[in-house]
């Protein structure tokens, strides 16, 4: 069926009485994630793209960057209408900069896309064995139109799939301005099965489709072998744009065996003291890695400060029988940081840091990545780090290959 046949038959639909509807007019495209890529540049044209070269300017029709999703919607009413069956796309992998990292995906038919989807495509990515991490993430594919969201939590699967109301097994839900993602700053501590699911909303509050597909996690409070500990670094996400529901910016996902996230974003060492109790103890880990201090040290904390929370952090895992096993904190790149989040890093960060790594070096059971992710300067290069803090992929990758090797050298 041709595609404005499609868009004919199923025009404009309302839901419930007016409390929601659903747009018509538009088209969703998707793609395979790129490695590290910041954002995408997408190209529509009338040439079917066999070749990865760039295309002649009369063969474009629609030329889009700042794509921070490996998806997109779209107004139909960007392309001429006779000529959609005749369309393909193509898109490539950008950095800050928007300098392309890979080439041209090969093209597709524009008809291979969705017309009208009527619910969020949702883009978490984690492996089946992987347990939970403590504070989930939620992310999906931007909706045209959409002035905010609304992300809802259940404990038990939703009485009404892709509904408009609320689910009666709702526990906590968070209302979100724009953007693709949702950090939960709840702890999963209770064990169950939960539900996670996403409706786009208009400037008026009002639901634009239904919720999207229910996405269930569960959690289990049984005894951990392995957990992690630290703060975003740890949590997961990278390359600027990609959230921690992306399981490849995540480096316990490169280790040979299944591991407790008990990261959080944001943390700083003396919140990761905190927060020791309430966080670790209910999964019982019998070996932990513990990363954290980056981002008191980069706020001015002292390398005294930061070693005494790490010190208080070794003694209760030992009072709880945790073997901490530390990792060296990673360099940071104050230019970068300032560049993408407009955050200043403190002078003195290098010889603070410095002090930290000493202590954790001499710690009984110490993992290097200070030394693997550093340059000639002293900072973490962009190759590694996007925006200058958060390692990505291939920054993740050496994290685990380090972890690996202390492994293969020490028995537990």
């Known amino acids: 069926m041709k595609i404005l046949q499609i868009i004919v038959m199923i025009g404009v639909l309302f839901i419930m009485n007016g409390t929601g509807y659903a747009q018509d007019g538009k088209i969703q495209l998707m793609w395979k994630n790129a490695e590290d890529a910041v954002m995408y540049e997408l190209e529509i044209g009338t040439t079917p793209f066999k070749s990865k070269k760039t295309a002649s300017p009369e063969q474009i029709v629609y030329r889009a960057t700042q794509i921070f999703t490996p998806g997109v919607e779209l107004d139909l009413s960007l392309f001429n209408e006779q000529e959609l069956n005749k369309l393909y796309f193509r898109v490539r992998p950008l950095d800050l900069d928007k300098k392309p990292i890979a080439d041209f995906s090969r093209g597709v038919a524009l008809s291979k896309g969705v ?30 139109g959409a002035a905010g969201y609304e992300v809802e939590i259940t404990n038990r699967l939703p009485e009404n799939p892709n509904g408009l109301e609320p689910s009666k097994y709702r526990i906590r839900s968070y209302a979100v301005e724009g953007g693709f993602d949702c950090y939960d700053t709840h702890a999963y501590i209770e064990e169950g099965k ?84 309430n966080d670790v103890l209910p999964f019982k880990p019998k070996y932990m890695f513990i990363l954290g201090g980056s981002n008191s040290i980069r ?114």
Not at 128 to 135: I, Q
Not at 221 to 232: E, I, N, Q, R
Not at 310 to 328: H, M, S
């Open 194 to 277: 939960y539900y996670w699911r996403v409706r786009a909303l208009d400037a008026e509050n009002t639901p634009i489709g239904t919720y999207s597909d229910a996405i269930s996690f569960s959690v289990k409070t049984d005894s951990y072998k392995w957990a992690v500990f630290g703060d975003s670094i740890t949590h997961g996400g990278g390359a600027i744009s990609n959230p921690p529901s992306d399981e490849r910016f995540e480096y316990v996902s490169y280790l040979p065996f299944p591991v407790k996230n008990l990261g959080k974003s944001g943390d700083t060492i003396e919140m990761m003291v905190e927060r020791f109790e």
């Open 115 to 144: 017309i009208n989807p009527e619910k969020p495509t949702t883009t978490v990515s984690l492996k089946k064995n992987h347990p939970a991490p403590l504070y989930p993430v939620y992310s999906w594919i931007p909706v045209l």
């Open 299 to 412: 706020g001015g904390a002292t390398g005294e400060s930061v070693i005494a929370s790490l010190q208080t952090i070794k003694d209760k895992c030992e009072q709880n029988g945790i073997t901490p096993i530390f990792l060296t904190l990673p360099p940071v790149n104050p230019e970068r940081i300032e560049r993408v989040f407009n955050q200043t890093t403190a002078d003195n960060w290098q010889i603070e840091l410095g002090k930290v790594n000493d202590f954790i070096r001499n710690q009984p059971n110490a993992i290097e990545i200070y030394s693997l992710l550093v340059d000639e300067k002293g900072f973490l290069p962009v190759e590694y780090a996007e925006d200058g803090l958060h390692p990505d992929i291939s920054g993740k990758k050496i994290m685990a290959r380090s972890i690996n090797a202390f492994l293969q050298t020490h028995k537990f």
